[in-house]
């Protein structure tokens, strides 16, 4: 597989001040620069960022090059808002979406009508059938709430099969468990492109945080080395550029369709692990 054939995505979170809105413009611009796919969008949970998601993707969409792809969330959603934003979406010219079904907040808000990201799927393709290619997440090292990795690979299947055209994966920091996930979606007649998702490592404390709330795993070796550098961030960060930019080179040269950067609002480490990898060449 050739880099023209591969899928190059960076991942932002709606800013919520004025100077948020002003560093995510200076990144987008920087990323821009490397001519990726799209950019997507977070959505908060239970759709607390759901007006400021659509500001931030249509901004995107209107004044860069780049293709916008908004996520949208199950949890505190119904048909109707859904069905809004579809439109909103399709008015905007917008044709790539992120379907999920969320992380369930702390608090009173409910879960909504659709229980699964399959159902909200299943709803994008009756209500707009063909117009946007549907995202849908994956998890390598197994959703933190599945039961087994046959229930969770049966669970990913049916996303697909409500028509998903892709995947985008959990970051991770080991190779070996991309590479058997695929293989396990592969033997499920499961075929279309899933691509990695990469979280550069900048901050130990906030790495550790993130992957203590979604279920990824810090390999042991790693963790250990992270923890060793204390406030020495110059050194940590130039340590996790190369841990992650040897195993995006592994994922690669291993057949991977792309890669798929979560930048929190930053572009200087994403770039470097690009220009290391000589994506641009």
Not at 130 to 141: M, R, S
Request: glycine residues 8%; negative net charge.
């Amino acid at each position: 597989m050739t880099n023209a054939d591969r899928t190059y995505s960076f991942e932002f979170f709606p800013p919520k001040t004025d100077k948020g809105v002003d560093n995510l413009k200076a990144t987008r611009a920087k990323l821009a620069k490397l001519k990726p796919e799209y950019f997507s969008c977070t959505f908060g949970a239970g759709g607390s960022t759901r007006d400021r998601t659509f500001e931030t993707v249509v901004d995107i969409q209107e004044e860069t090059s780049i293709d916008a792809a908004p996520h949208l969330s199950c949890i505190d959603s119904t048909r109707d808002n859904i069905a809004g934003m579809l439109q909103g979406y399709h008015d905007k010219g917008i044709q790539r979406l992120v379907a999920l079904r969320g992380d369930i907040p702390s608090g009173t808000v409910v879960v909504g009508e659709f229980r699964y990201a399959n159902e909200l799927v299943s709803y994008i393709r009756e209500t707009t059938g063909d117009h946007f290619h549907i995202e849908v997440a994956a998890y390598p090292e197994i959703h933190p709430q599945a039961n087994s990795a046959r229930d969770d690979l049966i669970n990913f299947k049916r996303k697909i099969d409500a028509g998903a055209n892709s995947a985008i994966t959990q970051y991770f920091y080991n190779a070996d468990a991309y590479f058997r996930f695929v293989d396990g979606c592969r033997d499920q007649g499961v075929d279309i492109p899933i691509i990695p998702g990469i979280m550069p490592i900048t901050n130990y404390v906030q790495l550790a945080r993130f992957s203590e709330m979604c279920g990824a795993e810090i390999p042991r070796w790693l963790r250990k080395r992270l923890a060793d550098f204390g406030d020495d961030m110059d050194s940590l960060k130039a340590f996790g550029i190369d841990v992650v930019t040897e195993m995006c080179r592994q994922l690669l040269d291993g057949g991977a369709p792309g890669l798929h950067f979560y930048t929190l609002n930053q572009a200087s480490a994403s770039i470097k692990i690009w220009d290391n990898l000589s994506l641009s060449d």
